[in-house]
């Protein structure tokens, strides 16, 4: 599903610093990520304006309001997070009402894991969350515009711009959408737990003399077929 993401700016009072911290993908596979201090506010502003004069056509949204210039424009320029950090750990599970409280910035190879483990998977462009350029060290997330991305660029500004229209090499993006998972409990003799991701299965079929739940993400809409026999017990669980 296309979103355009509302980005909501927060005051933060900046110091030197750069330390690590595990976050998790929405399977559990831990990701190594870094939290960074800001730059200057002339650093932001210069990024921006030599940003501007390479992709006049790009629109940069401001991020963080520099509490020394409160009375000055809000650059978008940041070195707290990078395009990683901010498409798949940054605003995951909540696009439409995002904030940039829990900045991040992660290497390409801890970002794999978002897919390696299934925690995404690839569909069409119009179902997309998430445009991985695939040869290039960049990750972008769609909106409801076609062919228009929203993504950081490195320590320099958050870009809403066109999938051609930015540093990144743009011909071989690949495109993923969230799997939402449910998981099917089977209790007859023991219990039998298995996961499934809601893009991959189209209909639940249930034998007789079962007991059955289903549980799944609470924002999620359970449309799956179910077929169930006689004297089974159905349970469907929004977690």
């Known amino acids: 599903m296309r979103r355009l993401i509302t980005?909501?700016?927060?005051?933060?009072?900046?110091?030197?610093?750069?330390f690590?911290?595990?976050?998790?993908?929405?399977?559990?596979?831990?990701?190594?990520?870094?939290?960074?201090?800001?730059n200057t506010y002339d650093e932001r502003e210069l990024q921006d304006s030599v940003r501007q004069a390479s992709f006049p056509n790009v629109d940069f949204l401001p991020t963080y309001e520099d509490?020394?210039?409160?009375?000055?424009?809000?650059?978008?320029?940041?070195?707290?997070?990078?395009?990683?950090?901010?498409?798949?750990?940054?605003?995951e599970g909540d696009y439409d009402n995002h904030t940039l409280n829990d900045p991040y910035v992660m290497a390409r190879s801890d970002a794999?894991?978002?897919?390696?483990?299934?925690?995404?998977?690839?569909?069409?462009?119009?179902?997309?969350?998430?445009?991985w350029y695939?040869?290039?060290?960049?990750?972008?997330?769609?909106?409801?515009?076609?062919?228009?991305?929203?993504?950081?660029?490195?320590?320099?500004?958050?870009?809403y711009h066109l999938k051609d229209d930015s540093p990144y090499t743009y011909e071989n993006i690949v495109f993923y959408k969230r799997c939402y998972f449910y998981e099917e409990l089977i209790n007859y003799s023991?219990?039998?737990?298995?996961?499934y991701c809601s893009a991959d299965i189209g209909e639940i079929v249930i034998s007789a003399s079962s007991n059955v739940t289903i549980e799944f993400e609470k924002w999620i809409t359970f449309e799956k077929n179910v077929s169930i026999g006689a004297g089974t017990t159905l349970l469907i669980n929004k977690k």
């Not at 707290?80 to 950090?85: D, M």
């Not at 794999?112 to 445009?131: I, L, M």
């Not at 023991?190 to 996961?195: A, L, R, V, W």
């Open 67 to 91: 509490p020394d210039y409160k009375h000055y424009p809000i650059p978008s320029s940041s070195s707290q997070f990078n395009c990683h950090g901010y498409a798949w750990a940054m605003c």
């Open 134 to 159: 695939s040869t290039g060290d960049h990750t972008a997330l769609t909106t409801n515009e076609i062919d228009y991305l929203q993504s950081k660029w490195d320590d320099g500004p958050l870009a």
């Open 20 to 38: 690590s911290q595990t976050i998790y993908t929405p399977k559990g596979t831990a990701v190594s990520v870094s939290i960074q201090s800001e």
């Open 7 to 18: 980005i909501i700016t927060v005051g933060i009072l900046f110091c030197s610093f750069s």
């Open 190 to 195: 023991g219990t039998e737990s298995d996961e």
């Open 112 to 131: 794999d894991n978002y897919f390696q483990d299934g925690s995404f998977v690839t569909c069409s462009e119009s179902e997309a969350d998430v445009a």
